[in-house]
């Protein structure tokens, strides 16, 4: 294998020299056979480790992207969940949810499961939509818009209904011969996690329009989370984010 770098550095930059010789022509061998689908089922351990490392290093929080149709993971609230079990104190979130997938009522009972079982730490990023990798993907879930509507009103349709089921008012007639007994009055979707809709404030918006809001409603800054989700990170979109970041805290100090 190749010498391994010595010249002093930070952690990052010894696992990137790890890395390097691992996958070097003559670094390890099962390292270099490895790829995508064979790490698969690694992914979600190690997911579970970085988490528990973040948090032992001070971060606040751990946020996880959701694509679907790309080889990584695009169910999110397993995995939040178990992060949620094997974490004490960091948020944990996603950048983001693309709601033209969803299932607005699943989706409740999903998070308000996860938020449960992290004890009130989850933190969702949620979205009108964002490039995919397939066209038109959500149609292979089952879903397409209404007649004159876009799938990005159908997309705002299943946020409206996923935040306002989120409240949890009852809103469903009980059977009269149920299989358990029912509490008095309409029934809403269970597990509920008090707290948890006042931790969704907003959905992806452009972002010259969030940015707007932002200075105009003084929004707390997390949720320009939804413009690092929107962008790679390029040395543009960088200092994009570090000026709107900018005028953000001088319009509001």
């Known amino acids: 294998m190749p010498p391994m770098n010595t010249t002093p550095g930070s952690s990052f930059d010894r696992l990137v020299d790890i890395m390097r010789r691992l996958r070097a022509p003559d670094g390890c061998?099962?390292?270099r056979e490895q790829t995508v689908q064979s790490m698969a089922p690694c992914v979600v351990e190690e997911a579970h480790e970085l988490a528990e490392a973040v948090e032992g290093l001070g971060a606040d929080g751990a946020y996880f992207r959701v694509h679907h149709?790309?080889?990584q993971l695009a169910?999110?609230?397993p995995l939040l969940a178990a992060i949620g079990a094997r974490t004490k104190r960091i948020e944990i979130g996603t950048a983001v949810i693309d709601m033209r997938y969803e299932n607005p009522l699943y989706m409740v009972e999903d998070a308000g499961a996860a938020d449960l079982i992290a004890g009130g730490r989850l933190q969702l990023g949620i979205s009108r939509g964002s490039p995919e990798q397939v066209i038109d993907g959500w149609r292979y879930f089952g879903y397409a818009p209404a007649e004159g509507k876009t799938d990005a009103d159908m997309?705002?349709?299943?946020a409206e209904v996923f935040l306002e089921v989120l409240k949890g008012q009852g809103f469903a007639q009980p059977n009269p011969r149920p299989m358990f007994p029912n509490p008095p009055g309409l029934l809403r979707v269970e597990p509920h996690s008090e707290g948890l809709r006042e931790r969704i404030p907003y959905m992806y918006?452009?972002?010259r329009r969030l940015a707007s809001r932002l200075l105009r409603e003084k929004i707390a800054p997390s949720v320009g989370l939804s413009l690092v989700a929107r962008y790679p990170?390029?040395?543009?979109s960088l200092s994009q984010l570090k000026h709107e970041v900018l005028v953000f805290r001088k319009r509001t100090a």
């Open 29 to 31: 061998p099962w390292d």
């Open 69 to 71: 149709f790309a080889q």
């Open 75 to 77: 169910s999110p609230f």
């Open 155 to 158: 997309a705002r349709n299943h």
């Open 205 to 207: 918006m452009p972002p």
């Open 233 to 236: 990170m390029t040395s543009t």
